[in-house]
């Protein structure tokens, strides 16, 4: 509805409403919906409706969507963004347009009546206005779980307690606070019981205390006095006086709280007020559903894991079965399958095994997993699960509901790309960009928020973003069916006979597994589709003609072909294509004729060279493509709306001239580009070399990037390269730069002057000196660092405890060299959470002086990452600590342990072995040790005095004579 009204508000603006009926009629429709909107957003949040008040909402959304569809459709007529038509031409395109003036004048008038319709059955009914809310808080029971049914809750609430500091020595004195998150029905109620029924002896009062979603903070405060044993209250104290009496009940006594499930910051705020730090060694627990809460709570989190299999199975059978070990052979492998969609979820696994009890046959238990889907939450035994889910979803905000509701669109277990995620979000409507910040930041934000609000699961999180993410099945099945309430998404499996729906298809998402050029039923109903995702093989529909589809997805369609794209030109409206058959070798030059697309994606395609027309589409923001694919020339610099692109490839040195086109981009933010072209050897080599160099530095200064990538995948990268003469343009908004597979002489001083860069990977370094670590340490906004060197000045690399990396939380460094001491001093990076390590060691030599590399003088630190190769070991299960036959690596991994066991915050450790592809790149080359050799000893003053790349090849690193290169 909000989209509606923008539209309407803006379209009140335009010269094409000039007819005063429709001018009025629109003014009408705004004001009417405007206010009937407010009611809408209340009915939004009551979990039920009487059927008149869901039967006059459901007629109000599909009356918008129509509304919506006949603006969209008088736009395109009227605002063609071509080169304007001169004499008869412009003559006829007038007549053109005053006859859509005429057109949308009758149908406005048509849906004013239908929205006059609308409004006065609501002044009618007179609807009830109040959310309805459960009487019953679902998680009671919880407090009162047996302890004998419960499973694989023994390391979590020993891990909770260690957090708390309850060890046999005695506690701190100091108050501390440990926050327990994870998504609904995970436990979290469970295990903050548990833990406060085994150390709540420890202490003079306790309180365990239930928030609910709307919290009533003087209840709570209520709640907490009476638990701790205080009565002292009257009926007329307001929040202030209670907040007092409590603080002053608390300041001589050693207490224990658990505040349940914390909704938001605002409330954890107010309640945090009242609970006193009275050096006595209290403790306070919060579980939030939030990991943004939790974090607010507490410096010490615990997120809460799924089950493993083999408890998940434990707590399955003692549920259903009262014995954690039954022998029900004739069952199969349909446990399995119900475990796996529950995947670890207790509460799942719970109301499953309750729906199970005493069925015994094999085909009972075979209807389950089919029933697993909307038709379980819909399910009376499963109804105290469903409510668990329902809070978590009405928790969340309208707008970000909206979003949620779109993930119904993918299959279970699909891993969604954050990418093609937020690019469809914004070509649905539902981001609106704000003041200061781009429509994908801000979807950025949206999936960031549902990752930490525990609704949708991160997926290869890098530099604190994921790529991707899954929704668990079993909130999945509940979105879906929540959007098959609402109309949102229409999903058809053409396995499977499709009855015609009640409303018109307004998203359509179809599974063909089974068989090619299968057909779907063609329906009024689909006139209307604004989003169409085809899974699997290729369907027989009459979708195309749709002049009201903003979104088509393909990407996940096999044996698509050339054919299938034929009259694509008539989908106006489209803003979001994505192509991934390899059997597509070309797009359509008529493609130019979707002026209203955003984003076009074809990776994964057999496309080999895109077509000049694609510089008619004008709105073009983001543009994906393999790097292979070649562009015609001169069109780089005419996609003047572009925002991203990735990955723009250059396969011979005459392509590096294009570079300098991107300099006309202005409102481009994000580029990735790589190289892969053999330059010829010797001066002519390096003058190629150099001259690459410069286009690149060039780009560097011209372009106003937020992200930039950039890899050298050339075989014969063996030319060391000064990044002086990068100097970005000031003031730089760069925020991520990654320089990949680039051998770097040193970090260029300009790098501390970045002073909005948040994530820098610099590979490779060839030697990082006591200078570098300084620049590198003076960017003040940098979180994520990522560097690759031979190694460091006279074997050493130390991070001092000066003002360096004030902000870093996550560190990875890779030194494929021997002989390189790694030390962290005293203060040294105070907010470092993560860091990974990537050490050579051969023997005790090589070390060089190594122990435990002062870890424990990382104040921050809770999670560790090790890789130590010893003998150029590459089996994926070899474990350091176990190898009896390489000294110095366990003498490492040793020292690396024992520091970690006496880091306060006992950090997690992770030993791997992964073999990286890029570091024997370049270890594989004779003359990286000699760059190395020569670089240890090198004085800054005479790389300055050299004058350049070329004169520094031939003085201080020549190649190694008899070498292949």
């Given at each position: 509805?909000?989209?509606?009204?923008?539209?309407?508000?803006?379209?009140?603006?335009?010269?094409?409403?000039?007819?005063?009926?429709?001018r009025?009629?629109?003014?009408?429709?705004?004001?009417?919906?405007?206010?009937?909107?407010?009611?809408?957003?209340?009915?939004?949040?009551?979990?039920?409706?009487?059927?008149?008040?869901?039967?006059?909402?459901?007629?109000?959304?599909?009356?918008?969507?129509d509304?919506?569809?006949?603006?969209?459709?008088?736009?395109?007529?009227v605002?063609?963004?071509r080169?304007?038509?001169?004499?008869?031409?412009?003559?006829?395109?007038k007549?053109?347009?005053?006859?859509?003036?005429?057109e949308?004048?009758?149908?406005?008038?048509?849906?004013?009546?239908?929205?006059?319709?609308?409004?006065?059955?609501?002044?009618?009914?007179?609807?009830?206005?109040?959310?309805?809310?459960?009487?019953?808080?679902?998680?009671?029971?919880?407090?009162?779980?047996?302890?004998?049914?419960?499973?694989?809750?023994?390391?979590?609430?020993?891990?909770?307690?260690?957090?708390?500091?309850?060890?046999?020595?005695?506690?701190?004195?100091?108050?501390?606070?440990?926050?327990?998150?994870?998504?609904?029905?995970?436990?979290?109620?469970?295990?903050?019981?548990?833990?406060?029924?085994t150390?709540?002896?420890?202490?003079?009062?306790?309180?365990?205390?239930?928030?609910?979603?709307?919290?009533?903070?003087?209840?709570?405060?209520?709640?907490?006095?009476?638990?701790?044993?205080?009565?002292?209250?009257?009926?007329?104290?307001?929040?202030?006086?209670?907040?007092?009496?409590?603080?002053?009940?608390?300041?001589?006594?050693?207490?224990?709280?658990?505040?349940?499930d914390?909704?938001?910051?605002?409330?954890?705020?107010?309640?945090?007020?009242?609970?006193?730090?009275?050096?006595?060694?209290?403790?306070?627990?919060?579980?939030?559903?939030?990991?943004?809460?939790?974090?607010?709570?507490?410096s010490?989190?615990?997120?809460?894991?799924?089950?493993s299999?083999?408890?998940?199975?434990?707590?399955?059978?003692?549920?259903?079965?009262?014995?954690?070990?039954?022998?029900?052979?004739?069952?199969?492998?349909?446990?399995?399958?119900?475990?796996?969609?529950?995947?670890?979820?207790?509460?799942?696994?719970v109301?499953?095994?309750?729906?199970?009890?005493?069925q015994?046959?094999?085909?009972?238990?075979?209807?389950?997993?089919?029933?697993?889907?909307?038709?379980?939450?819909?399910?009376?035994?499963?109804?105290?699960?469903?409510?668990?889910?329902?809070?978590?979803?009405?928790?969340?905000?309208?707008?970000?509901?909206?979003?949620?509701?779109?993930?119904?669109?993918?299959?279970?277990?699909?891993?969604?790309?954050t990418?093609?995620?937020?690019?469809?979000?914004?070509?649905?409507?539902?981001?609106?960009?704000?003041?200061?910040?781009?429509?994908?930041?801000?979807?950025?934000h949206?999936?960031?928020?549902l990752?930490?609000?525990?609704?949708?699961?991160?997926?290869?999180?890098?530099?604190?973003?994921?790529?991707?993410?899954?929704?668990?099945?079993?909130?999945?099945?509940?979105?879906?069916?929540?959007?098959?309430?609402?109309?949102f998404v229409?999903?058809?499996?053409?396995a499977?006979?499709?009855?015609?729906?009640?409303?018109?298809?307004?998203?359509?998402?179809?599974?063909?597994?089974?068989?090619?050029?299968?057909?779907?039923?063609?329906d009024?109903?689909?006139?209307?589709?604004?989003?169409?995702?085809?899974?699997?093989?290729?369907?027989?529909?009459?979708?195309?003609?749709?002049?009201?589809?903003?979104?088509?997805?393909?990407?996940?369609?096999?044996?698509?072909?050339?054919?299938?794209?034929?009259?694509?030109?008539?989908?106006?409206?489209?803003?979001?294509?994505?192509?991934?058959?390899?059997?597509?070798?070309?797009?359509?030059?008529?493609?130019g004729?979707?002026?209203?697309?955003?984003?076009?994606?074809?990776?994964g395609?057999?496309?080999?060279?895109?077509?000049?027309?694609?510089?008619?589409?004008?709105?073009?923001?983001?543009?994906?493509?393999?790097w292979?694919?070649?562009?015609?020339?001169?069109?780089?610099?005419?996609?003047?709306?572009?925002?991203?692109?990735?990955?723009?490839?250059?396969?011979?040195?005459?392509?590096?001239?294009?570079?300098?086109?991107?300099?006309?981009?202005?409102?481009?933010?994000?580029?990735?580009?790589?190289?892969?072209?053999?330059?010829?050897?010797?001066?002519?080599?390096?003058?190629?070399?150099?001259g690459?160099?410069?286009?690149?530095?060039?780009l560097?200064?011209?372009?106003?990037?937020?992200?930039?990538?950039?890899?050298?995948?050339?075989?014969?990268?063996?030319?060391?390269?000064?990044?002086?003469?990068?100097?970005?343009?000031?003031?730089?908004?760069?925020?991520?730069?990654?320089?990949?597979?680039y051998?770097?002489?040193k970090?260029?001083?300009?790098?501390?002057?970045?002073?909005?860069?948040?994530?820098?990977?610099?590979?490779?370094?060839?030697?990082?000196?006591?200078?570098?670590?300084?620049?590198?340490?003076?960017?003040?906004?940098?979180?994520?660092?990522?560097?690759?060197?031979?190694?460091?000045?006279?074997?050493?690399?130390?991070?001092?405890?000066?003002?360096?990396?004030?902000?870093?939380?996550?560190?990875?460094?890779?030194?494929?060299?021997?002989?390189?001491?790694?030390?962290?001093?005293?203060?040294?990076?105070?907010?470092?959470?993560?860091?990974?390590?990537?050490?050579?060691?051969?023997?005790?030599k090589?070390?060089?002086?190594?122990?435990?590399?002062?870890?424990?003088?990382?104040?921050?630190?809770?999670?560790?990452?090790?890789?130590?190769?010893g003998?150029?070991?590459?089996?994926?299960?070899?474990?350091?600590?176990?190898?009896?036959?390489?000294?110095?690596?366990?003498?490492?991994?040793?020292?690396?342990?024992?520091?970690?066991?006496?880091?306060?915050?006992?950090?997690?450790?992770?030993?791997?072995?992964?073999?990286?592809?890029?570091?024997?790149?370049?270890?594989?080359?004779?003359?990286?040790?000699?760059?190395?050799q020569?670089?240890?000893?090198?004085?800054?003053?005479?790389?300055?005095?050299?004058?350049?790349?070329?004169?520094?090849?031939?003085?201080?690193?020549?190649?190694?004579?008899?070498?292949?290169?």
């Amino acid at each position: 509805m909000k989209l509606l009204l923008s539209k309407l508000t803006k379209l009140l603006g335009e010269e094409y409403v000039k007819l005063k009926a429709v001018r009025k009629q629109i003014e009408f429709l705004r004001d009417e919906l405007s206010a009937m909107s407010a009611t809408l957003e209340v009915l939004a949040d009551a979990e039920q409706l009487n059927p008149e008040t869901k039967l006059w909402r459901d007629k109000l959304r599909e009356l918008a969507y129509d509304l919506e569809d006949c603006i969209d459709a008088f736009m395109a007529r009227v605002d063609d963004r071509r080169d304007g038509p001169t004499g008869f031409k412009k003559y006829f395109c007038k007549l053109k347009r005053l006859k859509a003036r005429h057109e949308i004048a009758n149908q406005i008038k048509e849906l004013k009546a239908s929205v006059m319709e609308a409004s006065e059955r609501h002044r009618r009914y007179e609807f009830a206005q109040n959310p309805s809310t459960s009487s019953v808080d679902p998680r009671l029971q919880t407090l009162h779980e047996d302890i004998d049914k419960l499973v694989g809750i023994d390391g979590p609430k020993k891990h909770v307690i260690e957090l708390l500091s309850m060890e046999m020595n005695g506690p701190s004195t100091k108050l501390k606070v440990v926050s327990i998150a994870g998504c609904g029905g995970l436990g979290k109620t469970t295990l903050a019981k548990q833990v406060y029924d085994t150390i709540k002896g420890q202490f003079s009062c306790s309180a365990f205390v239930l928030v609910s979603r709307t919290p009533d903070l003087r209840k709570i405060l209520i709640h907490i006095s009476s638990g701790v044993g205080f009565t002292g209250y009257t009926q007329d104290d307001g929040v202030q006086q209670l907040i007092d009496k409590i603080r002053n009940h608390l300041h001589c006594k050693r207490y224990i709280i658990v505040i349940d499930d914390v909704w938001d910051t605002e409330a954890w705020e107010f309640i945090k007020l009242a609970l006193l730090n009275n050096d006595l060694g209290s403790r306070i627990i919060s579980t939030t559903r939030s990991v943004t809460v939790a974090k607010c709570c507490s410096s010490q989190v615990y997120e809460m894991e799924p089950l493993s299999f083999d408890d998940s199975k434990r707590l399955f059978f003692k549920r259903a079965f009262g014995s954690e070990t039954p022998c029900y052979p004739h069952l199969e492998d349909v446990p399995d399958r119900i475990l796996r969609k529950c995947g670890g979820l207790p509460l799942a696994i719970v109301t499953v095994s309750s729906m199970l009890t005493n069925q015994l046959t094999k085909e009972e238990w075979d209807r389950v997993p089919s029933a697993m889907g909307s038709a379980l939450a819909n399910k009376p035994d499963a109804k105290k699960m469903t409510s668990i889910i329902s809070l978590s979803y009405f928790d969340i905000p309208h707008h970000l509901r909206t979003c949620l509701l779109y993930l119904s669109v993918f299959p279970e277990d699909y891993m969604i790309r954050t990418q093609y995620l937020i690019n469809r979000w914004i070509a649905e409507g539902f981001i609106h960009e704000e003041e200061g910040r781009s429509k994908y930041e801000i979807g950025q934000h949206y999936f960031n928020d549902l990752i930490n609000r525990s609704m949708i699961q991160p997926i290869d999180v890098k530099c604190g973003q994921a790529k991707a993410c899954r929704v668990h099945d079993i909130i999945l099945d509940y979105i879906k069916c929540k959007a098959t309430e609402e109309n949102f998404v229409t999903s058809l499996y053409a396995a499977e006979h499709v009855y015609p729906p009640t409303y018109k298809v307004r998203r359509l998402c179809v599974s063909n597994h089974t068989k090619e050029n299968v057909t779907i039923w063609a329906d009024p109903m689909l006139s209307h589709v604004r989003s169409v995702t085809i899974f699997g093989q290729p369907v027989k529909t009459s979708l195309l003609p749709s002049t009201a589809l903003r979104v088509l997805d393909l990407g996940d369609c096999s044996r698509m072909k050339d054919h299938h794209l034929a009259s694509i030109e008539n989908l106006f409206h489209l803003k979001y294509l994505r192509l991934s058959s390899g059997s597509i070798s070309e797009l359509p030059e008529k493609i130019g004729e979707l002026q209203y697309l955003q984003t076009l994606d074809v990776r994964g395609t057999g496309i080999e060279e895109l077509p000049s027309t694609i510089t008619k589409l004008q709105r073009l923001a983001h543009l994906y493509v393999d790097w292979h694919i070649r562009f015609p020339d001169g069109v780089i610099g005419q996609m003047h709306n572009l925002e991203e692109l990735t990955e723009y490839g250059v396969q011979s040195y005459e392509q590096w001239k294009s570079l300098q086109e991107f300099s006309k981009l202005t409102k481009l933010r994000a580029l990735k580009f790589k190289w892969d072209f053999d330059s010829h050897g010797g001066s002519e080599g390096l003058s190629q070399a150099e001259g690459c160099h410069s286009y690149v530095g060039t780009l560097f200064s011209s372009c106003n990037l937020y992200n930039l990538h950039i890899t050298d995948w050339s075989d014969d990268n063996r030319y060391p390269m000064s990044l002086d003469s990068w100097h970005p343009a000031t003031p730089c908004s760069l925020r991520k730069l990654c320089i990949k597979r680039y051998l770097i002489f040193k970090v260029p001083n300009w790098m501390a002057s970045l002073g909005k860069l948040v994530v820098l990977k610099l590979n490779y370094i060839i030697c990082l000196r006591p200078e570098d670590v300084d620049i590198l340490g003076a960017i003040p906004t940098l979180l994520f660092l990522k560097l690759a060197t031979a190694g460091g000045t006279n074997g050493r690399i130390t991070v001092h405890g000066s003002n360096g990396f004030r902000s870093l939380k996550y560190l990875s460094l890779r030194i494929f060299r021997c002989g390189t001491t790694l030390e962290f001093q005293v203060g040294s990076m105070p907010k470092l959470e993560h860091v990974k390590l990537i050490l050579r060691v051969h023997k005790r030599k090589c070390i060089n002086g190594a122990s435990d590399l002062c870890i424990q003088h990382l104040s921050s630190l809770n999670k560790v990452e090790v890789e130590i190769y010893g003998n150029c070991r590459y089996d994926t299960n070899y474990n350091p600590t176990e190898d009896k036959n390489d000294d110095a690596v366990r003498w490492v991994a040793n020292a690396i342990n024992g520091a970690i066991m006496t880091h306060p915050n006992r950090p997690t450790v992770i030993y791997e072995t992964d073999y990286d592809e890029d570091c024997e790149h370049f270890e594989s080359r004779s003359y990286m040790p000699l760059y190395y050799q020569r670089a240890q000893s090198l004085e800054v003053s005479t790389i300055q005095a050299t004058g350049g790349a070329r004169e520094i090849s031939k003085r201080v690193f020549p190649l190694v004579a008899g070498s292949d290169d």
